[in-house]
């Protein structure tokens, strides 16, 4: 198993005779960015162990770092940080052999972790404060230009290109537009039926 974190994400190999098995990469959340370099490395070796447990519990395999501190993991009964100190009893239900490797050597799972992979949900969150900020640009320009029934060309000329249905979307939002909107209701003259089954002639 190879690991190894960079500052935006985690990445991890397995590997069977020099032969890839799973190649996995995640990013970095909340509070894990702020970690410091040890505890992002041991991050990404627990993550990677748990994720691929199923492939290693109950085996003695060799655990590739670049980071030297972890090649003592083993040996080291105190780390002095509580997060780590959790960390160690679910490492203890992996039987594995750290080996120091340079990080030259690393090629493969230091690109996987500078291209970490969203989640489905990441991508759609990141995805809805995109389109919130989009739709606040349009309502706050349509606001400073007087509601106007027009506004995709100056839109286009302050360089935010939208689509009509954008447009659309967005500004049925806005109070003021809808009352100003100036949509013509047609209607006929009010018919009197006393009877079920009245043919009601149009006008």
Not at 26 to 46: Q, S
Not at 191 to 197: D, I, K
Request: hydrophobic share 35%; aromatic share 8%; proline share 1%.
């Amino acid at each position: 198993l190879e690991t190894h974190a960079s500052n935006v994400g985690l990445g991890a190999s397995l590997r069977q005779n020099g032969n890839p098995i799973f190649h996995i990469s995640r990013v970095l959340k909340g509070a894990e960015i702020n970690y410091a370099i040890t505890e992002k490395e041991l991050l990404a070796t627990l993550w990677a162990m748990e994720k691929l447990m199923f492939y290693l519990i109950g085996k003695r395999f060799h655990l590739v770092t670049d980071h030297k501190a972890i090649e003592m993991i083993n040996e080291k009964k105190n780390f002095g940080n509580a997060r780590i100190e959790r960390w160690m009893h679910r490492f203890a239900e992996f039987d594995f052999v750290p080996i120091y490797r340079e990080e030259t050597s690393n090629i493969g799972t230091d690109a996987l972790s500078r291209n970490a992979s969203f989640s489905e949900r990441e991508v759609k969150e990141r995805n809805k404060e995109v389109n919130t900020k989009f739709e606040k640009e349009i309502l706050e320009f349509d606001k400073s230009n007087g509601h106007r029934e027009k506004i995709k060309k100056d839109l286009r000329d302050v360089q935010i290109i939208a689509s009509d249905s954008q447009i659309n979307g967005t500004l049925s939002n806005c109070l003021e537009c809808a009352m100003k909107d100036k949509c013509q209701i047609k209607s006929a003259e009010f018919q009197c039926s006393e009877n079920t089954g009245d043919r009601v002639e149009s006008t």
